[in-house]
């Protein structure tokens, strides 16, 4: 799943940026800032990570998923290719197909 986004769920980055100041202060530290009604970065990084940790512990060697831009960059930081703080700049372009190990 991706990012929970609670009230701004559908709604684009400049719609919230000129209508919703809350916006402001998320962007600014989304790593940590829940969104209204929603979730922050590290709650879905924690998500991220608690897949992964399943999955091995009920002894998978491969899986497959399929998943948004977001789950890809986080699952890229778990797997120490890149550091969380530059995850969004790094997320797989859309229809792209990667492969992390971890």
């Not at 559908?10 to 809350?22: A, G, V, W």
């Not at 998320?26 to 897949?51: A, I, K």
């Not at 831009?69 to 797997?79: C, E, F, K």
Request: aromatic share 12%; charged share 20%.
């Amino acid at each position: 799943m991706e990012l929970d986004f609670g009230e701004w769920e559908m709604k684009n980055y400049d719609q919230l940026y000129q209508s919703d100041p809350r916006f402001l202060v998320w962007s600014n530290n989304y790593l940590t800032e829940h969104t209204p009604g929603g979730e922050c970065v590290m709650d879905q990084y924690q998500r991220v990570q608690d897949f992964i940790q399943d999955a091995k512990s009920l002894g998978f060697k491969r899986i497959a998923a399929f998943c948004h831009g977001g789950i890809l960059a986080l699952a890229l930081v778990i797997a120490g290719k890149v550091e969380l703080e530059n995850a969004f700049s790094n997320v797989p372009p859309y229809g792209s197909v990667i492969q992390v190990e971890v």
